[in-house]
């Protein structure tokens, strides 16, 4: 029984390890090999792909050269990957030590399968636990930390990692190897369906159920009635600890099989329907419950399961790299729409369907009990749970108070690329740095949650650092778009999304009405991105008339990352629309790229009365843009 208990434990372990190298190696893919689109999506694709599909030949290489040196030796190229890429180097280093430390991952998930028949426990605690510590980091990994804590957590966590490792490699008898010699397991479950699940279960955990960022989003109704006001209430917390606790309760504590066999299913094809939906808190809290309870279900004994010895742990590894397999598929074709424009809704869906079919494959069956070593680990989990729920939420800035007129009001406009800067690490101190001292701020490319990205809520870490509340508008997903922060109370807002003609665009106009003290101001945020071979003219024509009709006499400022030149039809939209250009008098105003500027592409506009004063584009690598200030003055007294 011990070495079930240590097998789990380096499980755990080890997906925690590999989960910190993806939430590195997915947006270095983005920022770094694909500089933000200016690589052709096919390129990329194929890029991303390519290291899972070279991960195919794992198994092969733990037939010939034995599980356990291969498992031990990959698990030291991971946990050193790891380690460097703490508060690393940045750039082309960076990019190519995640490659490598994803590769040996693989490699790694390969060997343990050959030697693990039943990984559900292990699968689950380690899905459940990275999911913990996301949520009560704030969402911002240890890998992107230095500073005496972060080293010391990330390296305990490896050193813990390494040691499971070393012991199971010599203390593990009666369990399935790739060789002959290796002893092999009481019969039992031979695995591969677990095993096969693990790819499409790290996406969809990391994708919905198990996504502390998700779950702060989901939270982001405010009492006013418009979506994302940051005095929203704090009901993440609560749920998001509920939904790791389904997922574990369903995945080591288990019902009747028939139930089983009905509420697991449906429950996660209901989840994923949910969420494509964009109804966030039923379609995680379903998805945790469903998606656990299918892991389950492949943990399980029948007549035809049992096969034992050198061919089971060979079809086991197999299992695992095409699972894996799956796992970067459905990701590219998911968050690749945004760039090729096709529906992409149906992905998690697929997703979901393919998970179900695996866990109902197998023959009729009686569960598996499950060990004691398993019922304490998952006893533990939600003791801890219970202990620390609490603390998943983290309080947005407090939504200001009312203010007398000011004389002047400070306006940014910034593309922050999800909180990347040019050298593909998440830095939003620098972001801050540069929005410091603004008044509003117009962001776009505002990422809560996606998990190309690793799954952070960059907004409420953002207005945590600038300690500003925010009002924010999905775009893409329900977890990506554009948002307003402003240091005065906002008292309205309505956001329309653009027109996609049938592809994702990630496009929408954000209104939000701002109190002054005693006159109103009317802000709107917006980023336009059109389909692949349209221009963005027919866009611009729309916010410009949102925004007319929003404003309804008001002052407003219009702000963003507008992708159109001075001299572009587009740009003419908004003078058309009887809107000033506040950036004219700084112009020629370069804001992208960041290390040489060339194009003007980021613009604040202002309505007619409104006076504006300084401008200009401060220089920064903390985004692949360049932030837009300026000043701008209301005319006359404030109204009584």
Do not use: K
């Not at 194009?599 to 300084?614: A, K, M, N, R, Y």
């Amino acid at each position: 029984m011990r070495h079930r208990h240590l097998s789990t434990l380096t499980l755990a372990l080890g997906v925690a390890v590999l989960l910190d190298v993806l939430r590195v190696w997915l947006p270095s893919v983005i920022t770094l090999f694909g500089r933000a689109a200016e690589t052709p999506a096919e390129m990329l694709g194929a890029f991303a792909l390519g290291w899972f599909v070279l991960a195919l030949a794992a198994p092969t290489l733990v037939r010939r050269l034995g599980a356990r040196p291969v498992g031990l030796a990959a698990a030291g190229v991971l946990a050193a990957a790891r380690l460097a890429l703490t508060a690393g180097p940045g750039g082309a280093a960076q990019l190519w030590l995640a490659c490598v430390g994803l590769l040996a991952g693989l490699v790694w998930l390969a060997a343990t399968a050959a030697l693990v028949d039943r990984p559900v426990p292990g699968l689950a605690l380690g899905l459940a636990g990275q999911a913990t510590g996301h949520a009560l980091l704030g969402t911002e990994d240890l890998i992107w930390r230095g500073g005496t804590s972060g080293w010391t957590l990330s390296c305990l966590l490896v050193l813990s990692f390494l040691a499971a490792t070393a012991l199971g490699s010599w203390q593990r008898p009666g369990t399935s190897a790739s060789s002959g010699s290796d002893p092999a397991p009481p019969p039992s479950t031979d695995g591969r369906r677990a095993w096969l699940l693990c790819g499409p279960a790290l996406l969809l955990a990391n994708q919905i159920a198990l996504a502390p960022a998700v779950w702060a989003a989901a939270s982001g109704t405010g009492s006013s009635g418009f979506p994302g006001l940051s005095h929203a209430p704090g009901g993440a917390a609560p749920l998001g600890a509920f939904a790791v606790a389904l997922f574990l309760l369903a995945a080591l504590y288990r019902p009747p099989a028939r139930l089983a066999r009905v509420l697991w299913p449906v429950a996660v094809f209901a989840g994923a329907v949910l969420f494509a939906a964009g109804r966030l808190v039923p379609a995680y809290l379903l998805t945790a419950a469903g998606l656990g309870g299918c892991l389950a279900l492949t943990d399980a004994a029948g007549a035809g399961d049992q096969v034992t010895g050198a061919r089971a742990a060979q079809r086991r590894g197999r299992a695992a790299a095409v699972g894996m397999v799956v796992f970067a598929v459905a990701t590219v074709v998911y968050y690749a729409a945004y760039d090729l424009g096709y529906p992409n809704g149906w992905v998690p869906i697929v997703t979901a369907v393919l998970v179900v079919l695996v866990a109902l494959a197998g023959p009729p069956w009686s569960p598996v009990a499950l060990s004691e070593p398993a019922r304490r680990w998952s006893t533990f989990a939600l003791v801890l749970l219970t202990a620390f729920g609490p603390l998943f939420h983290r309080p947005p800035p407090p939504a200001p108070r009312p203010v007398s007129p000011p004389a002047v009001i400070r306006v940014a406009a910034y593309n922050i690329r999800m909180g990347f800067g040019l050298d593909g690490r998440l830095d939003l101190d620098a972001v801050a740095r540069v929005l410091r001292g603004a008044d509003v701020v117009l962001l776009s490319e505002v990422d809560r949650g996606w998990w190309l990205n690793g799954g952070h809520d960059t907004l409420a870490l953002l207005a945590a650092l600038l300690r500003m509340p925010y009002v924010f508008a999905p775009a893409a997903d329900p977890l990506w778009g554009d948002a307003v922060l402003s240091r005065f109370p906002a008292r309205s807002a309505r956001s329309r999304a653009l027109a996609g003609h049938g592809a994702p665009t990630g496009a929408q106009a954000l209104g939000v009405t701002l109190d002054l003290g005693g006159r109103e101001l009317a802000v709107v945020a917006t980023h336009l991105q059109p389909p692949p071979g349209r221009d963005p003219v027919e866009q611009a024509r729309e916010v410009a008339a949102f925004a007319r009709g929003y404003a309804a006499g008001r002052p407003l400022v219009l702000g963003g990352d507008l992708n159109t030149e001075p001299d572009d039809a587009a740009f003419a939209e908004f003078t058309r629309a009887g809107l000033a250009d506040a950036l004219a008098a700084a112009r020629p105003l370069w804001t992208s790229p960041a290390d040489e500027p060339r194009t003007q592409i980021d613009h604040v506009f202002v309505s007619p009365g409104l006076t504006t004063g300084e401008a200009g584009a401060p220089r920064t690598e903390a985004s692949d843009h360049l932030p837009v200030r300026v000043t701008v003055a209301l005319p006359g007294p404030p109204a009584r």
